[in-house]
Nanobody
């Protein structure tokens, strides 16, 4: 079955950039809808961005629009989250989630729609 593993987290100063990777194995990445979520201490896990299977579209939370970019490299079986102009409020554990659902949607599917999750990677934005 599908497995996803996040990497690329770390400590970065406000205004800096970081690129997270979600590496997939066990199945073909192109067959999966991928979402990035984050969870800060004491807060609920929230959706950040998602990318549909078959390059049908990308979607972003309002809080990250214009700063974050989600992309897919099927040859490398990897989904990326490029994070620019980082703010302290972006500090959280970031999770990659996947599901083989086939849907047409204008908003990212909620947490409960994803069957496969990574272990998370810590992103800390601080001076």
């Amino acid at each position: 079955q599908l497995q996803v593993v996040e990497s690329g987290g770390g400590l970065v100063q406000p205004g800096g950039s970081l690129r997270l990777s979600c590496a997939a194995s066990g199945s073909t990445l192109d067959n999966y809808f991928i979402g990035w979520f984050r969870q800060a201490p004491g807060k609920e896990r929230e959706g950040v961005a998602c990318i549909n299977r078959g390059d049908l579209g990308t979607m972003y939370a309002d809080s990250v629009k214009g700063r974050f970019t989600i992309s897919r490299d099927n040859a490398k079986q990897t989904v990326y989250l490029q994070m620019n102009s980082l703010k302290p409020e972006d500090t959280a554990v970031y999770y990659c989630a996947a599901d083989n659902m086939w849907v047409f949607t204008s908003t990212c599917p909620p947490r409960e729609d994803y069957h496969y999750w990574g272990q998370g990677t810590q992103v800390t934005v601080s001076s």
